[in-house]
Protein backbone atom coordinates (compact mmCIF):
# COMPACT_ATOMS: atom_id res chain seq x y z
CA UNK A 1 0.00 0.00 0.00
CA UNK A 2 2.92 2.83 0.98
CA UNK A 3 4.73 1.59 -2.74
CA UNK A 4 1.35 2.61 -4.20
CA UNK A 5 0.36 5.44 -2.55
CA UNK A 6 3.71 6.89 -3.08
CA UNK A 7 3.22 6.51 -7.13
CA UNK A 8 0.28 8.47 -7.28
CA UNK A 9 2.32 11.08 -5.14
CA UNK A 10 3.98 10.65 -7.83
CA UNK A 11 1.90 10.75 -10.47
CA UNK A 12 0.12 13.71 -9.17
CA UNK A 13 2.97 15.92 -8.39
CA UNK A 14 4.45 15.61 -12.08
CA UNK A 15 0.87 16.52 -13.14
CA UNK A 16 0.75 19.76 -10.48
CA UNK A 17 4.41 20.49 -11.62
CA UNK A 18 3.46 20.29 -15.77
CA UNK A 19 -0.03 22.96 -15.11
CA UNK A 20 2.50 24.97 -13.31
CA UNK A 21 5.41 25.39 -15.76
CA UNK A 22 4.23 25.43 -19.35
CA UNK A 23 7.45 24.69 -20.47
CA UNK A 24 6.68 21.13 -19.16
CA UNK A 25 3.46 20.72 -20.95
CA UNK A 26 5.39 18.22 -23.35
CA UNK A 27 6.63 15.59 -20.98
CA UNK A 28 6.45 11.95 -22.36
CA UNK A 29 3.52 10.44 -20.31
CA UNK A 30 5.82 6.93 -21.18
CA UNK A 31 8.13 8.47 -18.66
CA UNK A 32 5.48 9.19 -16.43
CA UNK A 33 4.27 5.24 -16.38
CA UNK A 34 8.06 3.95 -16.47
CA UNK A 35 8.60 5.97 -12.66
CA UNK A 36 5.90 4.72 -11.21
CA UNK A 37 6.00 1.29 -12.32
CA UNK A 38 9.02 1.28 -11.13
CA UNK A 39 8.56 2.28 -7.61
CA UNK A 40 5.83 -0.03 -7.41
CA UNK A 41 7.83 -3.18 -8.38
CA UNK A 42 8.27 -5.45 -5.72
CA UNK A 43 11.37 -5.75 -3.67
CA UNK A 44 14.47 -8.11 -5.48
CA UNK A 45 13.69 -11.67 -5.50
CA UNK A 46 16.80 -13.52 -5.43
CA UNK A 47 18.17 -17.34 -5.58
CA UNK A 48 20.58 -16.74 -2.59
CA UNK A 49 21.54 -17.75 -0.16
CA UNK A 50 19.40 -21.20 0.14
CA UNK A 51 20.14 -24.15 -2.66
CA UNK A 52 16.01 -23.29 -3.40
CA UNK A 53 15.82 -21.08 -6.21
CA UNK A 54 13.16 -18.53 -6.46
CA UNK A 55 10.64 -19.54 -8.65
CA UNK A 56 10.18 -15.39 -9.44
CA UNK A 57 11.43 -14.49 -13.20
CA UNK A 58 13.49 -10.93 -13.13
CA UNK A 59 11.58 -8.15 -14.40
CA UNK A 60 11.72 -7.52 -17.82
CA UNK A 61 14.65 -5.58 -19.59
CA UNK A 62 16.33 -5.50 -15.79
CA UNK A 63 20.06 -6.75 -15.11
CA UNK A 64 20.10 -9.00 -11.76
CA UNK A 65 23.62 -9.77 -10.34
CA UNK A 66 23.84 -12.18 -7.21
CA UNK A 67 27.30 -12.95 -5.88
CA UNK A 68 29.15 -14.25 -2.30
CA UNK A 69 31.70 -16.05 -0.93
CA UNK A 70 31.34 -19.77 0.70
CA UNK A 71 33.31 -21.88 2.63
CA UNK A 72 32.61 -25.47 3.05
CA UNK A 73 34.29 -28.80 5.13
CA UNK A 74 33.61 -31.88 4.01
CA UNK A 75 34.60 -35.23 4.81
CA UNK A 76 33.79 -38.81 3.64
CA UNK A 77 34.51 -41.77 5.11
CA UNK A 78 34.22 -44.74 2.43
CA UNK A 79 36.74 -46.92 1.48
CA UNK A 80 39.20 -44.14 2.34
CA UNK A 81 38.88 -40.98 4.45
CA UNK A 82 39.15 -37.70 2.77
CA UNK A 83 38.77 -34.21 3.82
CA UNK A 84 38.07 -31.24 1.75
CA UNK A 85 37.96 -27.46 2.42
CA UNK A 86 36.65 -25.19 -0.42
CA UNK A 87 36.86 -21.23 -0.43
CA UNK A 88 34.02 -20.74 -3.12
CA UNK A 89 33.09 -17.03 -5.21
CA UNK A 90 29.51 -17.72 -6.52
CA UNK A 91 28.14 -15.30 -8.98
CA UNK A 92 24.40 -15.53 -11.01
CA UNK A 93 23.80 -13.03 -13.77
CA UNK A 94 20.10 -13.12 -14.50
CA UNK A 95 18.48 -10.60 -17.28
CA UNK A 96 14.44 -10.51 -17.78
CA UNK A 97 13.17 -11.01 -21.20
CA UNK A 98 9.50 -10.91 -20.60
CA UNK A 99 7.75 -10.99 -17.85
CA UNK A 100 7.90 -15.42 -18.02
CA UNK A 101 11.16 -15.49 -19.09
CA UNK A 102 14.34 -14.92 -17.94
CA UNK A 103 18.34 -16.01 -19.56
CA UNK A 104 20.98 -16.78 -17.28
CA UNK A 105 24.52 -17.78 -16.26
CA UNK A 106 26.39 -18.77 -13.26
CA UNK A 107 30.30 -17.93 -12.95
CA UNK A 108 31.91 -19.65 -9.53
CA UNK A 109 35.52 -19.79 -8.46
CA UNK A 110 36.77 -21.60 -6.52
CA UNK A 111 40.32 -23.30 -4.72
CA UNK A 112 40.00 -26.58 -3.16
CA UNK A 113 42.25 -28.25 -0.76
CA UNK A 114 41.92 -32.15 -0.73
CA UNK A 115 43.41 -34.64 1.46
CA UNK A 116 42.95 -38.44 1.50
CA UNK A 117 44.26 -39.55 4.78
CA UNK A 118 45.20 -43.20 3.94
CA UNK A 119 46.94 -42.01 0.43
CA UNK A 120 48.18 -38.84 0.11
CA UNK A 121 51.51 -37.82 1.94
CA UNK A 122 50.56 -33.68 1.60
CA UNK A 123 47.17 -32.69 0.30
CA UNK A 124 46.64 -31.42 -3.24
CA UNK A 125 45.01 -28.10 -4.52
CA UNK A 126 42.82 -27.06 -7.20
CA UNK A 127 42.45 -23.50 -8.18
CA UNK A 128 40.21 -22.36 -10.90
CA UNK A 129 37.25 -21.34 -12.80
CA UNK A 130 34.66 -23.53 -12.67
CA UNK A 131 32.85 -24.55 -16.22
CA UNK A 132 30.22 -22.18 -17.33
CA UNK A 133 26.55 -22.56 -16.56
CA UNK A 134 23.78 -20.93 -19.06
CA UNK A 135 20.47 -21.56 -19.22
CA UNK A 136 16.93 -19.79 -18.57
CA UNK A 137 14.06 -19.77 -16.29
CA UNK A 138 10.19 -20.02 -17.83
CA UNK A 139 7.43 -19.32 -15.30
CA UNK A 140 4.78 -21.82 -15.96
CA UNK A 141 2.09 -21.29 -13.36
CA UNK A 142 1.54 -17.59 -12.07
CA UNK A 143 0.45 -17.77 -8.14
CA UNK A 144 -3.21 -18.24 -7.26
CA UNK A 145 -4.92 -18.65 -3.99
CA UNK A 146 -4.74 -22.28 -4.35
CA UNK A 147 -1.73 -22.85 -6.54
CA UNK A 148 1.73 -21.63 -5.96
CA UNK A 149 4.09 -19.85 -8.62
CA UNK A 150 5.60 -22.87 -10.44
CA UNK A 151 8.29 -22.52 -12.69
CA UNK A 152 10.73 -24.26 -14.71
CA UNK A 153 14.78 -24.33 -14.86
CA UNK A 154 17.43 -25.45 -17.58
CA UNK A 155 20.87 -25.18 -17.01
CA UNK A 156 23.69 -26.72 -19.11
CA UNK A 157 27.34 -26.50 -17.98
CA UNK A 158 30.27 -26.22 -20.47
CA UNK A 159 33.25 -28.24 -19.97
CA UNK A 160 35.29 -26.33 -22.33
CA UNK A 161 34.52 -22.76 -20.82
CA UNK A 162 36.42 -22.70 -17.54
CA UNK A 163 39.73 -21.62 -15.95
CA UNK A 164 42.73 -22.90 -14.12
CA UNK A 165 43.22 -26.33 -13.08
CA UNK A 166 39.12 -26.85 -13.91
CA UNK A 167 40.62 -25.73 -18.03
CA UNK A 168 39.55 -29.25 -20.14
CA UNK A 169 40.23 -29.89 -24.32
CA UNK A 170 37.26 -29.54 -26.04
CA UNK A 171 36.90 -32.92 -27.60
CA UNK A 172 35.94 -35.88 -25.85
CA UNK A 173 34.33 -33.16 -23.18
CA UNK A 174 30.86 -33.86 -21.96
CA UNK A 175 27.99 -31.37 -21.85
CA UNK A 176 26.24 -31.61 -18.57
CA UNK A 177 22.86 -30.40 -18.06
CA UNK A 178 20.17 -29.61 -15.12
CA UNK A 179 16.46 -29.05 -15.02
CA UNK A 180 13.94 -27.93 -12.20
CA UNK A 181 10.71 -27.07 -11.40
CA UNK A 182 10.57 -24.37 -8.38
CA UNK A 183 7.26 -23.87 -6.56
CA UNK A 184 6.63 -20.98 -4.28
CA UNK A 185 3.51 -19.80 -2.72
CA UNK A 186 2.66 -17.33 0.30
CA UNK A 187 0.63 -18.87 3.30
CA UNK A 188 0.22 -15.50 5.42
CA UNK A 189 1.09 -11.78 4.52
CA UNK A 190 4.43 -12.49 6.25
CA UNK A 191 5.41 -16.23 5.93
CA UNK A 192 5.99 -17.94 2.83
CA UNK A 193 6.68 -21.86 1.67
CA UNK A 194 9.15 -22.69 -1.05
CA UNK A 195 10.01 -25.81 -2.82
CA UNK A 196 12.78 -27.22 -5.54
CA UNK A 197 12.72 -30.73 -7.25
CA UNK A 198 15.62 -31.62 -9.89
CA UNK A 199 17.28 -34.01 -12.07
CA UNK A 200 21.10 -33.84 -13.73
CA UNK A 201 22.99 -35.70 -15.84
CA UNK A 202 25.39 -36.03 -18.70
CA UNK A 203 23.95 -34.75 -22.10
CA UNK A 204 25.64 -37.74 -24.32
CA UNK A 205 24.38 -40.49 -21.58
CA UNK A 206 28.16 -42.04 -20.99
CA UNK A 207 27.33 -41.44 -17.48
CA UNK A 208 23.53 -41.64 -17.73
CA UNK A 209 21.53 -38.77 -18.70
CA UNK A 210 19.68 -38.97 -14.96
CA UNK A 211 21.99 -40.03 -12.63
CA UNK A 212 21.75 -37.24 -10.37
CA UNK A 213 19.10 -34.66 -8.70
CA UNK A 214 17.92 -32.78 -5.76
CA UNK A 215 15.13 -31.84 -3.10
CA UNK A 216 14.83 -28.90 -0.76
CA UNK A 217 12.17 -27.14 1.03
CA UNK A 218 12.72 -23.73 2.48
CA UNK A 219 10.69 -21.54 4.70
CA UNK A 220 10.95 -17.77 4.78
CA UNK A 221 9.74 -15.49 7.01
CA UNK A 222 9.74 -11.61 7.12
CA UNK A 223 10.80 -9.97 10.31
CA UNK A 224 10.30 -6.68 9.31
CA UNK A 225 12.29 -3.29 9.33
CA UNK A 226 13.62 -5.22 5.66
CA UNK A 227 15.28 -8.21 7.34
CA UNK A 228 14.10 -11.93 6.42
CA UNK A 229 14.96 -15.14 7.97
CA UNK A 230 14.66 -18.57 6.40
CA UNK A 231 15.20 -22.62 7.05
CA UNK A 232 15.67 -25.06 4.71
CA UNK A 233 16.00 -28.72 4.55
CA UNK A 234 17.64 -30.30 1.27
CA UNK A 235 18.95 -33.22 0.02
CA UNK A 236 21.09 -33.82 -2.96
CA UNK A 237 21.26 -37.31 -4.84
CA UNK A 238 23.41 -39.64 -6.94
CA UNK A 239 23.59 -42.82 -8.52
CA UNK A 240 26.76 -44.98 -8.66
CA UNK A 241 26.28 -48.03 -10.28
CA UNK A 242 23.07 -49.48 -9.23
CA UNK A 243 22.99 -48.39 -5.85
CA UNK A 244 21.40 -44.66 -5.16
CA UNK A 245 23.36 -42.59 -2.43
CA UNK A 246 21.72 -39.35 -0.70
CA UNK A 247 22.94 -36.41 1.38
CA UNK A 248 20.82 -34.39 3.59
CA UNK A 249 21.39 -30.72 4.83
CA UNK A 250 20.09 -28.48 6.69
CA UNK A 251 20.81 -24.85 6.57
CA UNK A 252 19.29 -21.68 7.75
CA UNK A 253 20.15 -17.66 7.33
CA UNK A 254 19.34 -13.66 7.50
CA UNK A 255 18.69 -11.01 4.41
CA UNK A 256 18.30 -7.32 4.96
CA UNK A 257 17.05 -5.06 2.24
CA UNK A 258 18.90 -2.03 2.04
CA UNK A 259 16.81 -0.56 -0.51
CA UNK A 260 14.16 -2.25 -3.30
CA UNK A 261 17.19 -2.93 -4.89
CA UNK A 262 19.66 -4.42 -3.17
CA UNK A 263 20.05 -7.27 -0.67
CA UNK A 264 22.60 -8.56 1.79
CA UNK A 265 22.74 -12.10 2.88
CA UNK A 266 24.35 -14.35 5.32
CA UNK A 267 24.01 -17.87 6.15
CA UNK A 268 24.85 -21.31 6.96
CA UNK A 269 24.19 -24.84 7.01
CA UNK A 270 25.67 -28.70 8.24
CA UNK A 271 25.14 -32.31 6.64
CA UNK A 272 22.83 -34.07 8.62
CA UNK A 273 24.11 -37.72 8.11
CA UNK A 274 25.70 -38.12 11.34
CA UNK A 275 22.36 -37.81 12.50
CA UNK A 276 20.26 -40.12 10.43
CA UNK A 277 20.19 -43.21 8.64
CA UNK A 278 22.27 -42.48 5.25
CA UNK A 279 24.27 -44.81 2.32
CA UNK A 280 27.17 -42.38 2.60
CA UNK A 281 29.11 -41.95 5.37
CA UNK A 282 29.65 -37.79 5.16
CA UNK A 283 29.77 -34.73 7.64
CA UNK A 284 30.65 -31.23 6.82
CA UNK A 285 29.40 -27.89 7.45
CA UNK A 286 29.51 -24.62 5.47
CA UNK A 287 28.85 -20.72 5.42
CA UNK A 288 29.04 -17.58 3.55
CA UNK A 289 27.42 -13.98 2.65
CA UNK A 290 26.48 -12.54 -0.34
CA UNK A 291 25.11 -9.27 -1.38
CA UNK A 292 22.04 -8.96 -5.10
CA UNK A 293 21.44 -6.18 -6.70
CA UNK A 294 19.40 -5.03 -9.96
CA UNK A 295 19.48 -2.42 -12.49
CA UNK A 296 17.56 -1.33 -15.50
CA UNK A 297 19.49 -1.97 -18.80
CA UNK A 298 16.69 -2.48 -21.09
CA UNK A 299 13.34 -1.15 -20.19
CA UNK A 300 12.41 -0.54 -23.88
CA UNK A 301 11.58 -4.49 -23.56
CA UNK A 302 8.84 -3.85 -21.16
Known sequence: MKKISIAFLMAASFWGMAQERPEMKDIDSADVIELIDIWMMPAIATDRPDIT???????????????GYQYSHVEERISNTSITDAHQIEEVLRFGINQKFEVRAVINANTKRLDIVDILNEPSRTTGVNPVTIGFKYNLIEET??????????????????????????????????????????????????????????????????????????????????????????????????????????????????????????????????????????????????????????????
Not at 57 to 64: A, C, K, N, R, Y
Not at 220 to 237: H, R
Open 145 to 302: NLLPQTTWLSHLTLPWIAGGDYRAPVQGNMLFHEQRLMFEKGLTPRLGIASNIGISGGMNGTNGFVDGGMFSLALGYDLGKDFGVYAEYFSNWQVQGRQLFGTPYFDGGFTKLLSNDLQLDVYAGFDLSPYVNTRLNTSGLFLGAGVSYRLPLAQYLR
Open 53 to 67: DCAQITPVGWFQYEG
